[in-house]
T-cell receptor, first 112, second 116 residues
Framework: DQQVKQNSPSLSVQEGRISILNCDYT??????FLWYKKYPAEGPTFLIS?????DKNEDGRFTVFLNKSAKHLSLHIVPSQPGDSAVYFC???????????FGQGTTLQVKP | DAGVTQSPTHLIKTRGQQVTLRCSPI?????VSWYQQVLGQGPQFIFQ???????GRGNFPDRFSARQFPNYSSELNVNALLLGDSALYLC???????????????FGPGTRLLVL
């Protein structure tokens, strides 16, 4: 039962353009959502998060959008840079449980 | 400040053996969580500990156990290793774990375990 899904295994964009990574979830109890970036041979690095009481959160080049009615969130990276090439995971948690439920990941390649 | 540290970085074991993985959280963080990541998938939750108490457990067999020490560091033990236990084991720390509700977890570099 995959409660968090990233349906695009990979995405390729040109340097300077926008990257949009998508994530869908099924559990309506999720109230906190996070995006992590992972390079090979490293642990996931926290990027940005959003609470379910918000629909948008920005941090520099990264913006996360949350559509609760559609149970969908997205990460926008503008402008994309070659150093952004990595695997991106979305994750969600519910209420007072400490566990994060992760999607399968999307590999982003930013071409110079 | 140092981030989450894990040891060892790599480990090779044979089926049936036992393994202990170690994690030190970010200074000031009291909660540690363990995740297993197999190739091509996202991390899967194994355990969360806060103040030496287990606060959550994922869908893993009893061969997996963990503990947290007074200095908030943690160990993950896996007994009777199977080939399918080969994975990247990640440790994450957060300030207070469950008690703080919405809280960001910060991950260490992981321990890559290969079971032959």
């Amino acid at each position: 039962d995959q409660q968090v899904k990233q349906n695009s295994p990979s995405l390729s964009v040109q340097e300077g353009r926008i990257s949009i990574l998508n994530c869908d979830y099924t559990n309506s109890m999720f109230d906190y959502f996070l995006w992590y970036k992972k390079y090979p041979a490293e642990g996931p690095t926290f990027l940005i998060s959003i609470s379910s009481i918000k629909d948008k959160n920005e941090d520099g080049r990264f913006t996360v959008f949350l559509n609760k009615s559609a149970k969908h969130l997205s990460l926008h990276i503008v402008p994309s840079q070659p150093g952004d090439s990595a695997v991106y995971f979305c994750a969600a948690s519910a209420g007072n449980t400490g566990k994060l439920i992760f999607g399968q990941g999307t590999t982003l390649q930013v071409k110079p | 400040d140092a981030g989450v540290t894990q040891s060892p970085t790599h480990l090779i074991k044979t089926r049936g053996q036992q393994v202990t993985l170690r994690c030190s959280p970010i200074s000031g963080h009291k909660s540690v969580s363990w995740y297993q990541q197999v190739l091509g998938q996202g991390p899967q939750f194994i355990f969360q500990y806060y103040e030496k108490e287990e606060r959550g457990r994922g869908n893993f067999p009893d061969r997996f156990s963990a503990r947290q020490f007074p200095n908030y560091s943690s160990e993950l033990n896996v007994n009777a290793l199977l080939l399918g236990d080969s994975a990247l084991y990640l440790c994450a720390s957060s300030l207070e774990g469950l008690l703080a509700g919405q809280e960001t977890q910060y991950f260490g570099p992981g321990t890559r375990l290969l079971v032959l």
